[in-house]
């Protein structure tokens, strides 16, 4: 593992493309594709390490706390999150949404349309899939990880290429 | 089936040589990477990625769309991407003839067959294929590696199969592709 975290740079790549307003804090090697939009209205938002953000996801804090957002995590187009916190390696597959104040734990994976009520705590290793059946497995995290960290050190190489980045 | 003409602003539409109308406020990256059969309609806001792609330098397909296709307002077209031998990369997306996508849809598919009809608020996982002729109802969620077989009727969450549809749907795809293409014009003065 260690020797394949050393092929992601430590830059942030961001897209030109992406509105944002508000205190923001990022942390190293992650990456923002066009078209994302963070908002704070009240606390700042704090984003750690390897993340991917796709086009169209909405991170809303509104607020007086912090919204904290682990590492290792993958958003894919059209996430909502508003003013939740989220964990370690959590995949949210396309328009799923965390309500108000709800916190998720580690490897947590929510499903497409899926969405998570206000104020609830999801434990660690939860999936959410369908009209919201409720599952609970442990995934293999390494091979998650994995996969991961190859679309990280992808699109490092290749989307400045194609957009106006920003390296911060 | 007379149906009402959908008028556009003339100024918002670029139409091409082949008959190809793009909405300026669309997101298109690398326009190099995409090939556009003719006739095909592109609302506003929506996103084309056509800069993830391959491994490799050169020119490359990454999304083929083909003639009388719609892709309606706020919809994502993005290329799928898997591990294979241990190299990760994106790969290409084909869109055959008379396929219309509705609105708020998201498409992650390896490969859409002609005259399949997508509705609105749909999401098509990764690498997931959609033969000939069937129709996806909205709200529907397709799972990653679903295949979908030819003369089927999609919906629910996750996408189950629903009914079949009648031999004779070809034609009344092509017709309403064809009709939707004739009926949206500009605004005239």
């Not at chain 2, 003409?5 to 670029?14: P, R, T």
């Not at chain 2, 609105?120 to 129709?135: A, L, N, T």
């Not at chain 2, 629910?156 to 034609?171: A, V």
Request: glycine letters at 8%.
């Amino acid at each position: 593992m260690t020797e394949k975290q050393n092929l992601i740079p430590d830059k942030n790549c961001i897209s030109r493309d992406i509105i944002y307003d508000g205190d923001i804090k990022l942390g190293k090697g992650n990456i923002i594709h066009p078209k994302a939009y963070f908002k704070t209205l009240g606390g700042p938002i704090i984003i750690g390490s390897y993340n991917i953000f796709e086009e169209r996801v909405v991170i809303i804090n509104e607020r007086k706390e912090p919204l904290i957002i682990g590492d290792y995590n993958l958003f894919e187009v059209g996430t909502v999150i508003q003013s939740s916190n989220i964990g370690n390696n959590c995949n949210f597959q396309p328009r799923a949404t965390a309500e108000d104040g709800s916190k998720i734990g580690d490897n947590c994976i929510i499903g497409p349309k899926c969405y998570v009520p206000t104020k609830t705590e999801l434990p660690d290793n939860t999936t959410l899939y369908g009209a919201n059946k409720r599952r609970k497995y442990i995934p293999i995290k390494d091979m998650q990880q994995n996969l991961h960290l190859r679309h990280l050190s992808y699109l490092h190489e290749y989307l400045p290429k194609h957009n106006r980045c920003m390296n911060l | 089936m007379d149906e009402d003409i959908i008028y556009y602003d003339k100024s918002e539409y670029i139409e091409t040589e082949s008959g190809n109308k793009i909405s300026r406020k669309s997101v298109i990256s690398v326009p190099q990477n995409i090939v556009l059969g003719g006739k095909t309609i592109i609302q506003q806001n929506c996103i084309i990625r056509g800069d993830l792609r391959r491994k490799g330098s050169g020119y490359a397909v990454v999304i083929g769309i083909g003639k009388y296709c719609l892709l309606g307002e706020n919809s994502i077209i993005r290329p799928p991407y898997k591990i294979y031998k241990g190299v990760f990369s994106y790969y290409p997306m084909k869109i055959s003839d008379y396929v219309h996508i509705g609105k708020r849809s998201i498409v992650e598919a390896a490969r859409i067959g002609q005259y399949v009809i997508i509705g609105d608020d749909c999401v098509v996982g990764r690498f997931s294929v959609i033969k000939e002729y069937c129709r996806i109802l909205d709200n529907t969620v397709i799972p990653p590696n679903t295949v979908i077989p030819s003369f089927s009727v999609f919906g629910g969450n996750p996408g189950r199969f629903i009914s079949e549809l009648p031999e004779s749907s070809q034609i009344i795809f092509e017709q309403k592709a064809k009709q939707f293409y004739e009926r949206f014009l500009p605004k005239s003065q």
